[in-house]
């Protein structure tokens, strides 16, 4: 579904993707995987929660290119964790695309909506969150249940 997503924003998928350790890992290895079986090459890397106090010092696990970096994440809340991952880009002078991945915003659309016009708690407004769920996607905001 990332790639579908990405597709249709960027056919020639001139992105590179990137999130902050742990929750992004699994995602960051599992779509450069399924893209290239579709012939699609993406890179990825993880950048890490606290750089590292031994060996090189990196902050950065991988090898970033010249490509604009979509951060992704599994869930966004209050996009914390894409923000500290996009401090992080900018200190390390790595380019960011204009648009986050997270798999489920946990708003529901109504606020999801909202909250992109008046700007992110946490992202630049200039970076818009998609997402493949939110919570009205499994009814939740539901008091019946």
């Not at 998928?13 to 579709?38: D, R």
């Not at 890490?48 to 010249?66: A, S």
């Not at 994440?73 to 695309?97: F, G, H, K, Y």
Request: proline letters at 5%.
């Amino acid at each position: 579904m990332f790639i579908y997503h990405i597709e249709r924003i960027d056919p020639k998928f001139n992105i590179q993707l990137t999130g902050l350790e742990t929750a992004a890992t699994p995602m960051l290895a599992a779509i450069p995987m399924v893209a290239s079986v579709m012939g699609i090459d993406i890179n990825a890397f993880v950048v890490r929660k606290e750089r590292k106090t031994y060996g090189l010092l990196n902050v950065i696990e991988g090898n970033p290119n010249n490509k604009l970096a979509i951060i992704i994440d599994d869930l966004c809340n209050s996009s914390r964790s894409m923000a500290q991952c996009l401090n992080t880009l900018l200190a390390e002078n790595i380019p960011v695309a204009n648009i986050a991945f997270a798999i489920i915003n946990k708003s529901n659309k109504e606020v999801h909506d909202k909250v992109r016009l008046a700007g992110d708690m946490y992202l630049p407004k200039d970076i818009k969150v998609i997402s493949l769920f939110t919570l009205d996607d499994f009814d939740l905001n539901n008091p019946s249940h």
